[in-house]
């Protein structure tokens, strides 16, 4: 944002971020990656690749043990984060235990380190609730004391002797790996013999009860298996003359047991026994569970009836576990195999359209909707047109891509094609995309699409009006770009996965140059649907299409960034390096007024980067200049309170009021906005507003009528009437552009060139005969100030002399 002002820990960030980039990406350093990210995890002691919390909760331990953690860390500062494209999760429970422990110390993560506990659930109850006695953890045979840790944890609950924590997990833990459900039989209809189930019913959030009756497997379909439903209910609550139990001051304490329903919502009919409630339930979402046998009651039950059945575990801990393997089954990935099977009757046919395009098959890497994520109908279309196309050899594509830069439809891409050779009529297709956005990005994501819906061995024509588009595909196909050239392209991952499906489905393809808006009835047509795409909702390339991409780079988690990530990375340093500066306290007020006035951020940056000497290279007045601009937005001009705070000796430790009003006192603020001052502004407001008028109205791009041009300025809040400091004009006083004031010009001057041209000799005008004049009012005011109260540059000279390190004194006479 600023000139001439380079940062070395920048400049690091940018080049160590390409080599991590580059090593993610790179095919011959896939190993040592895995390698490194494994080994970062293990000396973070997290259960998946470290996020931002568990970043920021880890950063005082300093755990700067390799290469790649000191990188992790330093990307983290600037919001840059990596994302994992393959699964490396640990199993096995659900909240990890560094983000429960208080003051969380390097012994502490090495001694969970080495007793292997990555999880509270490890060290509390099935249901989250309670710490678990460090007798009952003890089973290893732990030697020494207890461990710091856990008496922190033990801090965490409400007492010793309870255990119960304060602030509970915030989920039940999905720890159980192993799934008790009912095995599967290899016949179409069997009767369990005392198989007692529980299911996680989400309609009611509670738990089922039941007892097998019937297990149906029909081919191609899902088990379902008939259960009688059964309630839970308490001995000690529903007949206390049965229980000898005084204790039963909570559920816990109480005694459980299921007996048969007599009637439930969801009750289905049952032919052979009208009388009893029975459900149809899938045999892959029930849980077996375990009674006490008829001997096994216990002891203070009292004559129990023969219908009640009474579980092994408390309906807490079966109520926790159904919603486990619920929650489970709820995350399940999509890359799994599909539960309903394929049909026998049709597996050879359906194999046949497998081989022919294997986006088609649920079972293949290159299955679509491994490929592509986003839109659900659009994602459906694309299945539909690939059954369409599949006995085709030979298409034909007219492809077409726009990029919107204005109105609601900012920095959406549209693109679209059209088949002509499989039928009579064309056949259309059109989809929406973002990130990254650019025109050639949107004519490659016609290209991919084209790819994705043509069978195996079949030939392509693809005819398209970008010539940027044609040359990448030779750049790309012909291998002589290295991987750190190829991640140089905003459109990589486009093209990796267009090589892929061409290699993998042996499609022969072949691009035409078509000239844009020459009469083309197709070209035309597929241009025209490109822009009408912005209707609907986008689609996007899944980061795990690529095989070689290991990690995906991300700004706040927002989305993945890709092309020249060093150059990009700049970018984030300087609003690292910007809203640092904002939070200071002397630009609090731009920050009160950015909420109501945006900023143009480029239009600001490409101002104070300006050269101001005619392009002079080497310039003192050009560095002068370039200097005052940034004081001005730095509130760092030599006020009152500058003053004060250099100098404490020649100046009063008071507030210093301004000398021309006596009213306020004289800060970097108060510039050009002094009561006394007010009504001269307000006329130098209306000559800037009469010289914009004349700068748009003599412009070749010029509307015919300048009443419009009028009208728009005079109603412009830049423009109104200044009473006090809360005005837009704050803003370019201190040299940030607001968004209205390129947003005025543009309604009238149509080319962006044109546009931005106006709006800097424009800002200029008003830096020299607003911002300048009114500097020079209070600095000489001020000025005159000092020398009444003798305070010389030969006095500050001194101080600064005096005050400065040993080896930088300088020899004073007398």
């Excluded at 994302?83 to 969970?112: A, C, E, M, R, V």
Aim: charged share 15%; proline share 7%.
């Amino acid at each position: 944002m600023f000139p001439s002002i380079h940062n070395f820990f920048f400049n690091q960030i940018s080049s160590h971020l390409s080599l991590t980039q580059l090593l993610f990406n790179s095919p011959a350093l896939r190993a040592i990656a895995q390698q490194q990210i494994i080994t970062a995890i293990n000396i973070l002691w997290t259960a998946d690749y470290p996020t931002s919390d568990e970043l920021k909760l880890l950063a005082p331990l300093k755990l700067f043990d390799t290469l790649l953690l000191k990188r992790i860390y330093v990307f983290c500062s600037i919001n840059l984060h990596f994302t994992l494209n393959f699964d490396l999760k640990i199993t096995g429970g659900y909240s990890p235990i560094i983000q429960h422990i208080p003051n969380l110390s390097k012994s502490d993560l090495n001694n969970l380190r080495a007793k292997r506990i990555l999880f509270l659930d490890q060290v509390s109850t099935e249901d989250g609730s309670f710490l678990r006695p460090y007798q009952i953890l003890n089973n290893n045979k732990w030697t020494g004391r207890t461990p710091e840790w856990f008496n922190k944890l033990l801090s965490t609950t409400w007492s010793t002797s309870s255990r119960k924590f304060i602030t509970p997990m915030p989920t039940p833990p999905i720890q159980r790996l192993l799934r008790n459900s009912p095995q599967i039989r290899d016949s179409p209809s069997f009767n369990p013999h005392n198989e007692w189930v529980i299911t996680w019913d989400a309609s009611s959030s509670d738990i089922i009860y039941g007892k097998s009756i019937t297990q149906t497997n029909h081919p191609g379909s899902q088990s379902v298996t008939q259960i009688q439903h059964y309630i839970h209910t308490y001995v000690e609550t529903f007949s206390p003359s049965h229980s000898t139990n005084t204790n039963a001051s909570t559920p816990r304490r109480m005694t459980l047991f299921i007996r048969p329903c007599k009637g439930y919502s969801c009750h289905v009919y049952n032919v052979s026994n009208p009388s009893i409630c029975t459900l149809y339930i899938a045999t892959l979402n029930l849980l077996t569970i375990k009674l006490y046998r008829p001997l096994h009651i216990p002891a203070h039950i009292t004559a129990p009836k023969r219908m009640w059945k009474f579980p092994t575990l408390h309906h807490h801990t079966l109520r926790t576990i159904a919603y486990n393997d619920y929650q489970r089954s709820q995350h399940s990935n999509s890359f799994l195999t599909p539960i309903i099977p394929v049909p026998r009757e049709n597996l050879p046919n359906t194999l046949t359209i497998y081989n022919n395009n294997p986006v088609l098959n649920p079972l293949s890497p290159l299955y679509l909707k491994n490929l592509v994520v986003g839109f659900d109908k659009v994602i459906d279309r694309l299945l539909f047109l690939a059954h369409q196309f599949i006995n085709s050899t030979d298409l034909s594509f007219y492809t077409d891509g726009s990029l919107f830069q204005e109105g609601p439809h900012r920095s959406l891409m549209g693109f679209a094609w059209i088949e002509i050779t499989t039928s009579s009529n064309s056949t259309p297709f059109q989809g929406t995309t973002m990130f990254q956005p650019s025109s050639t990005t949107a004519e490659t994501f016609a290209v991919l699409i084209t790819l994705i819906v043509s069978p195996s061995n079949t030939c392509i024509n693809i005819f398209t009006d970008s010539l940027n588009t044609i040359h990448n595909y030779e750049k790309f196909s012909n291998g002589s770009l290295s991987t750190r050239q190829k991640l140089k392209f905003t459109t990589y991952p486009v093209w990796s996965l267009i090589l892929r499906l061409i290699e993998l489905k042996h499609l022969v393809v072949t691009f035409k140059k078509v000239k844009s808006h020459s009469g083309d009835i197709f070209n035309d047509q597929a241009d025209l649907l490109s822009k009408e795409a912005t209707i609907l909702s986008p689609i996007f390339i899944s980061p795990k299409s690529d095989p070689s991409a290991l990690m995906t780079v991300m700004f706040d988690y927002l989305g993945p960034l890709y092309g020249n990530i060093r150059k990009w990375s700049q970018r984030a340093c300087h609003a690292h390096l910007a809203a640092s500066n904002l939070h200071n306290k002397p630009q609090r007020h731009l920050l009160q007024l950015m909420d109501i006035y945006p900023i143009d951020w480029s239009s600001t940056s490409n101002w104070l980067r300006k050269n101001n000497d005619n392009g002079a290279p080497c310039s003192f007045h050009n560095d002068k200049t370039t200097g005052h601009k940034i004081k001005l937005y730095a509130h760092l001009l030599p006020t009152a309170d500058i003053q004060q705070r250099n100098y404490p000796r020649l100046y009063p430790a008071h507030p210093i009021l301004c000398s021309e009003c006596t009213v306020q006192v004289y800060n970097n603020s108060h510039i050009g906005y002094c009561p006394a001052h007010l009504r001269e502004l307000n006329d130098s407001l209306r000559t800037a507003a009469n010289y914009l008028i004349s700068l748009i109205t003599s412009s070749p791009n010029a509307p015919p009528s300048t009443r419009d041009v009028i009208s728009s300025i005079e109603r412009s809040s830049l423009f109104s009437p200044v009473s006090d400091m809360y005005h837009p004009s704050y803003l370019l006083l201190h040299q940030l552009v607001p968004e209205e004031l390129p947003s005025v010009v543009s309604l009238h001057i149509r080319s962006r060139k044109a546009t931005m041209e106006i709006v800097e000799i424009f800002i200029q005008y008003f830096y020299t005969q607003i911002t300048r004049k009114f500097w020079r009012i209070h600095s000489t005011s001020f000025h005159s100030w000092e020398k009444s109260r003798r305070i010389t540059k030969r006095k500050k000279d001194l101080i600064r002399s005096l005050t400065a390190p040993l080896d930088q004194h300088v020899i004073l006479r007398t």
